[in-house]
């Protein structure tokens, strides 16, 4: 499977984004997908992860209350809304896979490239 990031843009402190991770190569059925982010300067920050029915386990408190993950298998994609952001969230986001057939946990190991999201306040 190859993943693809998007949707990243400007917005301001308590907006709203929703980004897509597009899978392509493989049903998107075999995978539960991990948001990360890595701030400027920063290390990366596990956020979320979907699981493959579609429920989400969060990594970080951080976003809990504002950031959800939805996925549509039809269409091949996973969704990050995040709602009223603030100027910490501001990142390069990425989503990944988790080995086909796994459900969420510590190991991705496929990757798409990110998508800034920048947050002014």
């Known amino acids: 499977v190859q993943l693809q990031a998007s949707g990243g843009g400007l917005v301001q402190s308590g907006g709203s984004l929703r980004l897509s991770c597009v899978a392509s190569g493989s049903s998107l059925d075999y995978y539960a997908i991990g948001w990360f982010r890595q701030a400027p300067g920063k290390e990366r920050e596990d956020v979320l992860c979907i699981t493959r029915r579609g429920g989400s386990t969060y990594y970080s408190d951080h976003v809990k209350g504002r950031f959800t993950s939805s996925r549509d298998n039809v269409k091949n994609t996973v969704y990050l809304q995040m709602n009223n952001l603030k100027p910490e969230d501001t990142a390069v986001y990425y989503c990944?896979?988790?080995?086909?057939?796994?459900?969420?946990?510590?190991?991705?190991?496929?990757w798409g490239q990110g998508t800034l999201v920048t947050v002014s306040s």
């Open positions: 990944a896979a988790r080995p086909a057939g796994w459900d969420c946990g510590l190991h991705y190991d496929t």
